[in-house]
């Protein structure tokens, strides 16, 4: 007996399940492997500065998460001298594993120029193993490590840094005078693991031309200390900008209780400006981008409207 061949209906399904599976294949390859080699320099311009100053540069960069055999993020990171900032501002997480010679490498011809830097959970505790699906279902949290050692040379990323002159602002202060212009600091630690210790006293900023403040993640709590305090511009990452964004809706998470729609780039809140920003890498076992490329940010302040 010759068997019966599939109806049409039934041919029809299975290659449409064929081109979805294809699809899938295509698209998880071209997350893992294609986009988060496309660098990219986000740029914005803020009028801050008093009248009469000259145009100053900021380069904020966040969330390398370097690991090893990612030379092509190191490579990238070192040609950010050639975008000729006047000040950088290193938001954290920059540890993709103990990886401290890979990211004093990757950050030396930048260390050159001034810069503040303050710290993200994964630059104290390595990267756990966790279903990825956590991340689009619930915030994670590093409060269960709060009492436990770290398991990353932080210390020794803090001293590498301030040797070379950056200043750590984690819950400090500090200035800096860059092309004539003062500028005030203020930093608070990382939300994401309660580190930052929120009091009347802190955040204060010292007087200046501009007021900065810097932290890791962007908690609500933290940006409306900011703003008691007076800041003008607040710098911070930790959202990945979402790392797997949908085209032409936006970021699901931001894995803090930020609003989803402010993932990444300049916005306002309350009387500050805020830059969050999509950083340049991953959690090695979370290791995909899509439609949310690697990126740092050139920030153009210029002088204020009369």
Partial sequence: MIPSLPSRRVRRAVGALAAVGAAGAAGLAY?????????????????????????????????????????????????????????????????????????LDAFDPLLDVPGVFVFGSNDVWGPTRKNPARYLTRRTTYAEHREKDPTLPTGELREAFEARGWAYLDNRTSTLTVKGTSLAFAGLGDAHMDADRITDANPAFADADVRIGVTHAPYSRTLEAFDRAGAQLV????????????????????????????????????????????????????????????????????????
């Fill in 31 to 103: 997350s893992a492997l294609v986009e988060p080699r496309l660098f990219r320099v986000r740029r914005e311009r803020l009028a801050l500065l008093p009248p009469g100053s000259d145009p100053l540069r900021i380069l904020h960069v966040s969330d390398l998460h370097l690991a090893l055999g990612q030379e092509f993020r190191s490579r990238f990171v070192r040609s950010l001298v050639d975008l000729q900032p006047d000040l950088v501002i290193n938001t954290g997480d920059n540890f993709g594993g103990d990886t401290l010679p890979l990211v």
């Fill in 235 to 306: 710098l911070a990452g930790h959202t990945h900008g979402g790392q797997i964004r949908v085209p032409f809706w936006g970021a699901p998470v931001t894995n803090c209780d930020m609003d989803r729609t402010r993932a990444r780039g300049l916005f306002p809140y309350r009387r500050m400006r805020v830059h969050v920003s999509a950083g340049l890498g991953y959690s090695p076992y979370s290791p995909v981008r899509f439609a949310c490329p690697p990126e740092v940010t050139l920030l153009t302040l210029v002088e204020a409207d009369r």
